[in-house]
């Protein structure tokens, strides 16, 4: 994990009895929009994507798994940049972080691609948490350029930028135990 900034806290877990929809975005007031997305550019330092390379070695190769990390932690990194005294929590219900700033909370959901492109037909989700609460206006944050120090994030929201498909998903099992 990226070492938060001064006046940031970071917590790893959060009480699943505390109520953190918002239907309204904290972050979107503070980014571009350019007609069609909300979205912002983010330089990452040098040490940082070092650091993150070592964290998630397999990204660069394009593992889903951590290129997922190594977004969240990009993520992380640019909310505690943009707004310094907020609080952003790790391991939310139905969600990969929430961001509290003046006492409100917003929900969100990160996936990331190492493609230059939001590239839709790879996002998936897989849980039942998490597609409800992004029907209920969770935030959605498309990194793209994830493996770089130029990532572009994308703040996506359910019914305005996009729809979700129930696809049927398979799970594969050994012929012999």
Known sequence: MLLPKLGARVISR???NQSLMEVTSIIEPFVQFDGQYFYDTFEVEAEKVAELHRLYPTAIYK???DVG????????DYLLSKFPTANVVTGTEGADLA???DG????????GTTAAS?????IKVSSTDCHNSLKNGMTL???TNAHTNHPK???LKYGRDFVLRPEPRWSVHPIRP
């Open 14 to 16: 959060i009480d699943k």
């Open 63 to 65: 593992n889903n798994r």
């Open 69 to 76: 990390r190594m977004s969240t932690a990009i993520v992380v």
């Open 99 to 101: 961001l509290t700033l």
């Open 104 to 111: 409100r909370t917003e929900l969100i959901e990160v996936k």
């Open 118 to 122: 939001i590239s839709w037909p790879t």
């Open 141 to 143: 944050i498309r990194v």
């Open 153 to 155: 994030l994308f703040f």
